[in-house]
């Protein structure tokens, strides 16, 4: 059936990150937010209001199978440990789906997903969304354009700090909704590994620890990864760092290293008008620069994937991917939940392994 011009939005769970979201769907001009889905209609609205957000008409509704029986795309923004059923349910409605990191919590909810996705022939992206952040974007062309040659390590760091101030706090710390730090955040860690690499994990060793109080679980982990091709990876990620927030990303390559927004070589210069003239994203810039050591290196100009905030992520980018995807057959959204899939058996593997004092878990955890 041909999908209508104007695709009928619904959000559930509205809170800072579904902001966001409704936000980008009232800019994709494709889109029209007309359900939310809540526990409460007043809190819901004043979370509007709080964020600026004005929806004269939409609808709202405290059953989810209502929500699904009115929409054509839903938003799942909630608690993490509601995701994998409310897209069970999504796509069991032919509904297509923006669904929030983590996809789910353990790899029974995984395969529910995937099987429930497969069997409808929906569209999904998943909020992996520095996939879109152009620094990620250029860290990935880099790498898979052969500029850097073949990967040796690859190494991602999310360092940030989760406390009171975040509106998700009382679930997000406890173990029955956060789950675990990787899950709840540092996914994103593990995800950019892979993304920008394009290595998949074979085997991780992990160690975790515990600082910031009132966390459940362990709040700072260490990942090692055997990769394909021989190569090895690292993921560190804490929610226990001071601020500010950081993100970064170093891919060595036998021909050039990337350190975040540094680009070196090994005999073959990389040429910074070439790099230039090739880049595919948009809005960045490659200049002359030295390192600390006065060695000469190229520096990369453009948006770092550097703040935590919700309004700084390119959720635009996301949705419109989502959009464009559901009216061209032919497009694939730049990471759907078989893909996420693979990024959250990495983090179940990487926890199983830090609650074994680091004993090898190898991957993949689900097969097909
Ligand atoms: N991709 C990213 O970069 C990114 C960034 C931030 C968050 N997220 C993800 O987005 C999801 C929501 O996070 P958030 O930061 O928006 O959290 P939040 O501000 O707490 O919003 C979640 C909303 O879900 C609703 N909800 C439904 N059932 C709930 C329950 N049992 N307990 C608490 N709230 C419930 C609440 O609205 P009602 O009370 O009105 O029902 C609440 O406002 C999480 O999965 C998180 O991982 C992703």
């Known amino acids: 059936m041909a999908e209508p011009r104007t695709l009928r939005v619904g959000i559930t769970g509205v809170g800072w990150c579904a902001s966001q979201h409704i936000a980008a769907f009232q800019k994709n001009p494709h889109t029209q937010v007309t359900w939310l889905h809540g526990r409460d209609e007043w809190r819901t609205r004043a979370t509007l209001a709080k964020n600026g957000l ?5 609808r709202f509704t405290t059953s989810y199978d209502e929500l699904l029986a009115n929409v054509d795309v839903v938003s799942i923004t909630t608690p993490n440990h509601l995701h994998a059923e409310q897209a069970v349910a ?3 409605a032919g509904t297509h789906m923006v669904l929030e990191k983590p996809t789910g919590l353990d790899e029974q909810e995984l395969v529910r997903i995937r099987d429930a996705v497969r069997r409808a022939g929906i569209r999904t992206v998943v909020s992996f969304e520095l996939r879109y952040n152009p620094y990620l974007r250029v860290a990935h062309w880099l790498r898979a354009s052969g500029r850097l040659g073949a990967i040796r390590f690859a190494r ?6 989760v406390t ?3 509106s998700g706090w009382n679930w997000v710390r406890t173990r029955a909704s956060g789950r675990s730090h990787l899950l709840a ?7 950019a590994l892979r993304w920008c690499s394009g290595l998949e994990a074979q085997a991780v060793s992990a160690f975790h620890t515990h600082f910031t109080t009132g966390y459940e679980w362990p709040t700072s982990i260490a990942v090692n990864l055997t990769l394909e091709g021989q190569a090895l990876g690292h993921v560190t990620s804490s929610t226990d760092f001071m601020m500010p927030y950081s993100f970064s990303v170093e891919l060595m390559g036998d021909r050039a290293t990337l350190r975040q927004d540094l680009i070196q070589w090994l005999d073959e210069p990389v040429q910074v008008d070439e790099l230039g003239a090739s880049c595919p994203v948009a809005g960045v810039r490659f200049e002359h620069a030295m390192d600390a050591g006065g060695r000469p290196a190229i520096r990369i100009r453009t948006v770092m994937p550097d703040s935590a905030d919700v309004t700084h992520h390119p959720f635009q980018e996301e949705i419109d991917d989502l959009v464009g995807s559901i009216f061209d057959s032919r497009r694939q959204p730049a990471i759907d939940v078989f893909d996420a899939q693979k990024t959250m058996e990495v983090c179940l593997a ?9 004993a090898p878990v190898r991957l993949p955890l689900i097969t097909d």
Not at 54 to 58: E, S
Not at 185 to 191: E, Q, S, T, W
């Open 54 to 58: 004005a929806l004269p008409d939409v």
């Open 90 to 92: 999504a796509a069991r």
């Open 156 to 161: 991602t760091q999310y360092l940030s700090r």
């Open 164 to 166: 009171d101030w975040y």
């Open 185 to 191: 955040a540092g996914c994103h860690a593990v995800d």
């Open 350 to 358: 990487a926890d199983r392994s830090a609650e074994h004092a680091g």
